[in-house]
């Protein structure tokens, strides 16, 4: 059969993790926040104006084998007053999304940074996609949230696991896509929303990453 998502299990895990453990957000939204306001003096009081910033800080972090110059472009290209004017999440992602060289990896981070950790536009948060990087990506293989006919994958970078591209059919991977929808209904099941599975990010960083974390593991009695 291939990669499957397992509902029910993303469902314990859901419950296992503190995801309002810190001003009713997770670990991860409120690491964003030190993080920001500890290096470059940014606060939920002042993100309006500094939304330039926060895309500047996120392309170049997220670009990857970008050049300069490519990451300079995308950069220039990012207009705060044309951002603040956006309606909805769909909107924003959307022209994100557009801005060469933004696809989902980075558009997903900057829009978790303003809008879940910083509070910008709040309304959107429940739309917010999980931004699925490496960390969120193993820990739902640790947990056996994804899994291979049964089994744990060999694998675990998105990349090895996932179709990003929601234009194609995924045919050996999973499709990022149906990913997304099912932490949407596990989460509405809880009566929260779909980034609440953000949290997964700081579980694996620092506990299920590090061997002799593991036991202090939120998600420990679920581990494969």
């Given at each position: 059969?291939?990669?499957?998502?397992?509902?029910?299990?993303?469902?314990?895990?859901?419950?296992?993790?503190?995801?309002?453990?810190h001003d009713d957000v997770g670990r991860h939204a409120h690491f964003t926040r030190q993080k920001y306001e500890t290096i470059y003096g940014i606060t939920p009081k002042t993100i309006d104006d500094k939304l330039e910033t926060?895309?500047?800080?996120?392309?170049?972090?997220?670009?990857?084998?970008?050049?300069?110059?490519?990451?300079?472009?995308?950069?220039?290209?990012?207009?705060?007053?044309?951002?603040?004017?956006?309606?909805?999440?769909?909107?924003?992602?959307?022209?994100?999304?557009?801005?060469?060289?933004?696809?989902?990896?980075?558009?997903?981070?900057?829009?978790?940074?303003?809008?879940?950790?910083?509070?910008?536009?709040?309304?959107?948060?429940?739309?917010?996609?999980?931004?699925?990087?490496?960390?969120?990506?193993?820990?739902?293989?640790?947990?056996?949230?994804?899994?291979?006919?049964?089994?744990?994958?060999?694998?675990?970078?998105?990349?090895?696991?996932?179709?990003?591209?929601?234009?194609?059919?995924?045919?050996?991977?999973?499709?990022?896509?149906?990913?997304?929808?099912?932490?949407?209904?596990?989460?509405?099941?809880?009566?929260?929303?779909?980034?609440?599975?953000?949290?997964?990010?700081?579980?694996?960083?620092?506990?299920?990453?590090?061997?002799?974390?593991?036991?202090?593991?939120?998600?420990?009695?679920?581990?494969?």
């Amino acid at each position: 059969m291939g990669l499957e998502i397992d509902e029910e299990r993303l469902g314990a895990v859901l419950e296992a993790l503190p995801t309002a453990a810190h001003d009713d957000v997770g670990r991860h939204a409120h690491f964003t926040r030190q993080k920001y306001e500890t290096i470059y003096g940014i606060t939920p009081k002042t993100i309006d104006d500094k939304l330039e910033t926060v895309f500047s800080i996120t392309i170049r972090q997220r670009a990857g084998p970008q050049s300069i110059e490519q990451v300079e472009t995308s950069r220039s290209a990012f207009d705060a007053e044309t951002f603040q004017s956006l309606e909805s999440h769909a909107d924003a992602y959307d022209y994100l999304t557009d801005i060469e060289g933004v696809g989902p990896k980075i558009a997903n981070e900057y829009l978790r940074k303003v809008v879940h950790a910083f509070g910008f536009k709040q309304a959107w948060c429940v739309d917010l996609y999980v931004p699925l990087d490496q960390h969120v990506v193993a820990a739902l293989v640790e947990t056996g949230c994804i899994h291979d006919d049964g089994a744990r994958p060999e694998k675990t970078t998105p990349g090895a696991l996932l179709n990003l591209n929601p234009e194609s059919t995924p045919r050996t991977r999973l499709s990022a896509s149906a990913l997304q929808a099912a932490f949407r209904r596990v989460a509405e099941t809880q009566g929260t929303d779909r980034i609440a599975f953000d949290e997964l990010w700081s579980e694996n960083k620092f506990f299920l990453s590090i061997p002799e974390f593991r036991k202090k593991s939120c998600v420990k009695g679920l581990l494969e």
